[in-house]
């Protein structure tokens, strides 16, 4: 019996959304993230890509609103994909990083507007979701 993707710790298996193949085209094309966006409204990556682009233009407002709307969207498929409000989300498994990302985000955006509340409850997710993430994530911003 193999035991690759069993969760031996007792809690909840990890969630690994389904890819997206064609954004993931799109986004390689270096289209422009608010094109992406239209066509892939539903997509936690298409919004975390739009507030990345907004976060570094030094719209902060703009940049945490997207980032907020690709974090909903991103819960929205990990329990359209089986996920009860907690557990592993793997930042190894290429399709959880839009919602990771987001996620990274929008703490980073809640800490620039003054919200250290749900700058911190959001780190907590992070690395409550995998603690690996946010050091992925920084090292992608760098």
Do not use: C
Request: proline share 6%; no cysteine; hydrophobic share 40%.
């Amino acid at each position: 019996m193999s035991l690759a993707g069993k969760n031996l710790l007792d809690g909840p298996d990890p969630t690994f959304l389904p890819r997206e193949a064609e954004l993931e085209n799109r986004i390689q094309s270096a289209e422009p993230a608010a094109e992406i966006v239209k066509d892939f409204p539903k997509s936690s990556l298409a919004w975390a890509n739009l507030a990345e682009e907004a976060l570094a233009a030094g719209n902060t407002v703009e940049g945490y609103a997207y980032a907020r709307v690709g974090y909903h969207r991103g819960l929205d498929a990990l329990r359209g994909n089986g996920w009860k409000g907690h557990g592993p989300v793997p930042f190894s498994h290429v399709p959880n990083q839009g919602f990771l990302k987001a996620l990274y985000l929008l703490g980073q955006a809640a800490a620039e507007i003054g919200e250290t509340d749900e700058a911190e409850r959001i780190d907590k997710f992070l690395d409550d979701s995998d603690p690996t993430a946010k050091e992925m994530l920084a090292g992608e911003s760098a």
